[in-house]
């Protein structure tokens, strides 16, 4: 995540998702932030552990449903927009 782009919520970062790895990331600190452990955290959104490993490592090559699933239950949301409307963005 670029650091212009990063917001802290808690002990969370959370921001833009540009890679594999940002959206790992985010959803680790989501993890962590709620005092999770990933063993638990995969049972709770219905993955395996090595999955959800993985996911948080940024693995390319990991199944879009299934990172879905995890970001949904892990209360976690993804928003896709035209870069032109970015609402984020600074006016």
């Known amino acids: ?21 940002d959206l790992g990331q985010a959803i680790r600190s989501k993890r962590k932030e709620i005092g999770m452990r990933q063993e638990t955290a995969a049972g709770m959104t219905g993955v395996g552990t090595k999955f959800l490993s993985q996911l948080e490592n940024g693995k390319e090559t990991a199944e879009l449903g299934k990172a879905l699933q995890v970001l949904y239950k892990m209360g976690l949301e993804l928003y896709v927009f035209p870069r032109s409307a970015d609402p984020f963005k600074e006016r």
């Open 1 to 21: 995540m670029d650091q212009e782009q990063k917001t802290r919520v808690g002990e969370a970062i959370y921001g833009r998702v540009v890679s594999a790895k």
